[in-house]
């Protein structure tokens, strides 16, 4: 048994603590036993008395001597009638250095008398004054030696406490065993699910199943299993994910080379004859280079990050009016109305590719909304700005986000609102602006429509051309 496991600890403090509760019994003991040690010279020195008591005659020195040696005192001293009588005596061979009265001894007072007599190792000689046994007299009082007091209360602790270090290892042990069967064993059980689980997470065996005998093991063991199911759903989820990526990757591989070459018959439309086809031209071309853009975003996303920001300053309004006029094209009944509210003089610092998306997709979402209702709406777009950071507000008069898709709304597939969403573009979204160092945050969403605030920092100033 190692003593840094469980179990080898659990057994010594079992064993120190059993120790430290006979150490504590230990006290009361040697008091008790000092006290019956005194009573029995006190009960031997009155039987030896009996002998000059029952005869008038003196008693021979040598037959006085052996009697006090037999009690284990130096002189005996009774008091009958009133009367102080000194009935056996022998030289005393120092002066007396404490009284013990046994008639009035306290518990406490018996402690510590006890702990100073074990302490004291110099041979001295007590006085002890105790009631005569069978009513023989008022009082009887001896003289005797401190060392073989001292010597039996030495022997009696040690037997105490050999005996007590027998029953704490014993008690140690059976309780290791206890423990052993009631608690190390099922911990064990539960390691070695989490060992396996982490081997070997896809497959169902490894998910631990809760039987342990004891409440607080079972809990542990049910979290356990619970949170194996969750991992193994995230596991089967990500890799899902990973798949749709990479065939979400391979599309917009070759989604880019159409486009590309959608761009190059694009451009062409510039020379048109028609004034009508020449105006629209460039928005062709910036939409078709707004796709090929998104679909090289889309692989470097399918590797887990986006690009970095490229930052230039450039004029919002300009942005946002895009953004309103492509969103009022794809109203395609005319019922929701783009509206917007952004100085004409507001000039920002961001990437203005990924600020039309973040834009674009919160705009669209919003118009989808509330075309879904088949009423009427209203999509504003508003912006503004303060000595800290740059804001936009995206709103609108829809019915308000579900309660399920608030819960989860930044997190892809995760957050769609509405029927047939994917959860992408707020995820997206989301990921675009913390690359600015911004946040992009749900203000409100209730039955009177929603309404999402974006805000960039102004911290970082720098000099950037104005597109």
């Keep these: 048994m ?183 064993v099922p911990m064990r059980r539960v390691i070695t699910h989490m060992v396996a689980f982490a081997q070997a997470p896809g497959t169902s065996d490894a998910i631990i199943r809760p039987d342990a005998p004891t409440a607080e093991l079972r809990e542990a063991e049910t979290a356990l299993a619970q949170l194996q199911t969750n991992v193994q759903s995230s596991l089967r989820q990500r890799e899902r994910l990973a798949n749709l990526g990479e065939a979400v990757a391979k599309i917009s591989h070759d989604l880019r080379n159409i486009l590309a070459t959608s761009q190059i018959f694009a451009d062409r439309l510039e020379d048109s004859a028609d004034p009508a086809v020449r105006r629209a031209a460039p928005k062709l071309v910036n939409s078709i280079r707004r796709a090929i853009s998104l679909c090289e975003t889309t692989l470097a996303y399918g590797k887990a990050e986006e690009p970095a920001p490229t930052l230039t300053r450039f004029n919002l309004a300009k942005l946002v009016a895009e953004v309103a006029e492509a969103e009022s094209l794809a109203a395609s009944d005319g019922r929701v109305e783009v509206l917007t509210d952004v100085p004409a003089g507001l000039n920002i610092r961001a990437d203005r590719d990924q600020l039309y998306r973040v834009l674009s997709n919160l705009a669209r979402n919003a118009r989808q909304a509330i075309e879904a209702t088949g009423k009427p709406g209203t999509v504003e777009i508003g912006a503004g700005e303060d000595e800290a950071l740059w804001w936009m507000r995206v709103g609108d008069t829809g019915p308000g986000l579900p309660e399920k898709a608030r819960e989860a709304l930044f997190k892809p597939f995760a957050a769609g609102g509405r029927k047939g969403g994917t959860g992408l573009g707020l995820a997206i979204a989301a990921d675009l602006v913390r690359g600015h160092g911004g946040r992009l945050e749900l203000a409100r969403s209730d039955a009177e429509g929603t309404q999402f605030m974006l805000y960039l920092p102004r911290d970082l100033q720098s000099t950037y051309p104005v597109d």
């Design 2 to 184: 190692r003593f840094n496991t469980l179990s080898g600890r659990f057994a010594v403090l079992t064993a120190a603590f059993v120790m430290l509760a006979e150490v504590l019994i230990l006290i009361p003991s040697l008091s008790n036993f000092r006290i019956d040690y005194l009573e029995s010279r006190l009960e031997r020195a009155q039987i030896a008395s009996l002998a000059l008591l029952t005869t008038d005659d003196a008693l021979a020195a040598d037959l006085e001597q052996e009697l006090l040696q037999n009690a284990g005192v130096y002189n005996v001293v009774l008091r009958r009638d009133d009367v102080r009588q000194l009935v056996l005596s022998s030289p005393i061979p120092a002066p007396v250095a404490a009284t013990y009265d046994l008639r009035r001894t306290s518990f406490w007072t018996g402690a510590r008398d006890a702990m100073l007599r074990l302490l004291t190792s110099k041979e001295e000689v007590i006085r002890v004054i105790g009631a005569p046994v069978n009513g023989a007299g008022q009082l009887i009082e001896i003289t005797m030696p401190s060392g073989p007091l001292r010597t039996g209360m030495i022997d009696f602790g040690v037997r105490v406490l050999a005996i007590s270090a027998m029953f704490s290892i014993l008690t140690a042990l059976l309780l290791n065993l206890a423990a052993q069967r009631l608690i190390l």
